[in-house]
């Protein structure tokens, strides 16, 4: 973040602090998922790419047939840990000095003086969001498992 809103001003190149930080994080969670999803391609049993090219399906049937749903469902708990941890390291825009919500909480708590109260809120407000991330995930993760005959 600090290469981008720091750095690219010197080259001319000015964004807002919104700007900057979606394409900060967009670059981080782009590497991150990346490494995920070719550990979970490496993963693959090679026999069943060419099992499926023997029964005569093309490179695009294999790819969305046999591929990407293993590669989805294997990458599925990295990719979750990797958006609540996004949810949870949004707070370091605000050094972009763009304020998100916590940096809100701060300041509503500086004002207000009742500290306990303010991150008590953003505790319970973080606490759902990463509930509803899991159970969704845990969602998808099942109906996966259903619609490809495995256990849960």
Known sequence: LFVIYYGLPQSGIHLSSFTVAVTGFTLNVGAYNAAYMTTAYN?????ETEAAVVQG?????VFLWIILPQVLLSSIPALTNQVINNLKDSTIVF??????????IQEVAATSFKFFHAYLFAAIVYLIGVTFIVGLTRF???RLLRHYGQDY
């Open 43 to 47: 993963a693959l049993n090679k026999y």
């Open 57 to 61: 399906l093309n490179k695009r049937q």
């Open 95 to 104: 050094l972009i000095q763009y304020t998100e919500f916590f940096a809100r």
């Open 140 to 142: 998808l993760e099942h």
